[in-house]
């Protein structure tokens, strides 16, 4: 079970830190939501507690 939420905390910290180094180099709408460059911090941030989480939940997993 801590094996299956640390992969998908993991997989959905790289999606929303992509996510947010995307919307930060365009000026253009990303799927539909128009950020500023200090709005993109936001997704990042959540994107990377996701990420150590994941990896923290993942690394604690033993077979």
Do not use: H, Q, Y
């Amino acid at each position: 079970m801590k094996r299956t939420i640390g992969t998908i905390l993991t997989s959905m910290g790289i999606i929303f830190i992509l996510f947010a180094c995307i919307a930060f180099m365009s000026d253009k709408a990303v799927l539909g939501f128009t950020l500023t460059k200090w709005e993109t911090l936001v997704p990042f941030i959540v994107g990377a507690l996701f990420l150590f989480v994941g990896v923290g939940m993942l690394n604690k997993v033993t077979d």
